[in-house]
């Protein structure tokens, strides 16, 4: 995926293992290895509300309270979309959704392991 500098992607999640209950947060790329402290491939977007509040970090004149995120180059596509891919991952998880009988999230039971 070919990233465009000030441009629009988005993070998606899901709220169950089914993958039947997205989420999508926009974010706008900012560069990449911008800190220096990480490897190469290493790329950053920056959060919506503070853009319109700020500008791009880089440009702004405060930045102390942008939130930008890194990604790796692996996340490219997988966890960081476009929006044609947004809309293809969001129409997929309607279709499971449905099928799955509109399912309802429920406290986890059991211990929580980082593996």
Known sequence: ???????TYY?????????SMPG??????????????????THYF??????LIFG???????????RVSSFSHDDLGESIVDIDAAAALVTSAAEKF???????????SGSWSSE
Do not use: I, W
Request: proline share 5%; net charge negative.
């Open 1 to 7: 995926m070919e990233l465009e500098y000030g441009a």
């Open 56 to 66: 791009l970090v880089g440009e702004a004149k405060e930045t102390t309270d942008c």
């Open 46 to 51: 920056q959060d919506t509300v503070s853009v």
């Open 98 to 108: 449905r099928k799955l009988g509109s399912p309802k999230l429920k406290r986890a």
């Open 11 to 19: 993070l998606v999640t899901y709220a169950d293992p089914q993958l």
């Open 24 to 41: 999508l947060k926009p974010m706008v790329y900012v560069g990449d290895n911008l800190f220096g402290e990480h490897d190469e491939g």
